[in-house]
T-cell receptor, first 112, second 111 residues
């Protein structure tokens, strides 16, 4: 089944404890992206990647890192999480020549 | 700064009603506009529009884009309870890499 998977789906952590949210897609998509969704603010793009080893900042990259070592994986790294990073995170992917993105199931992160 | 604004913020209707959701945008070098439906999970793709005046249709849902006035509408006819969701509008800028979302319209359809 063609899909985007994220792990973990739910995470509660403490301020300053490094964490990684994984994202993987099995559709051979070149483009992958991370979003966060907050009430009243909608979905905001954190980082995106056009292909392996090519990443760029979105609208809200502060406090996040990404890497794209393989085409199928695009992990989101929070080196020192803070409470303002409590949010619902979505990973998405698409083919480079198409515009419709396919979203993962979401990761609900709480930082205390 | 790119901006997408959706209205209304929320809407409550009864089954069988017709609804119109609005999306206006200010984007540097507009490329395309997308509509998504989000229930209690990830957004799912509905439509993509790139040209003015051409209606996209899928069953009871339809959408149209006006590039001169910088807006799009999403129509849902004969609404059903299964249409209850948040509807998201998003716009790609010129490079086609950055997708800017609106805040969404929460639609509730009552039996």
């Amino acid at each position: 089944e063609a899909q985007v998977t994220q792990n973990p789906r739910y995470l509660i952590t403490v301020t300053g404890k490094k964490l990684t949210v994984t994202c993987s897609q099995n559709m051979n998509h070149e483009y992958m992206s991370w979003y966060r969704q907050d009430p009243g603010l909608g979905l905001r793009q954190i980082y995106y990647s056009m292909n392996v080893e090519v990443t760029d900042k979105g609208d809200v990259p502060e406090g996040y890192k990404v890497s794209r070592k393989e085409k199928r994986n695009f992990p989101l790294i929070l080196e020192s999480p803070s409470p303002n990073q409590t949010s619902l995170y979505f990973c998405a992917s698409r083919l480079k020549d198409r515009r419709e993105q396919y979203f993962g199931p979401g990761t609900r992160l709480t930082v205390t | 700064e790119d901006k997408v604004v959706q209205s209304p913020l929320s809407l409550v209707v009864h089954e069988g009603d017709t609804v119109t959701l609005n999306c206006s945008y200010e984007v540097t070098n507009f490329r395309s506009l997308l509509w998504y439906k989000q229930e209690k999970k990830a957004p799912t793709f509905l439509f993509m529009l790139t040209s003015s005046g051409i209606e996209k249709k899928s069953g009871r849902l339809s959408s149209i884009l006006d590039k001169k006035e910088l807006f799009s509408i999403l129509n849902i006819t004969a609404t059903q309870t299964g249409d209850s969701a948040v509807y998201l509008c998003a716009v790609y800028n010129n490079a086609g890499n950055m997708l800017t979302f609106g805040g969404g319209t929460r639609l509730m359809v009552k039996p």
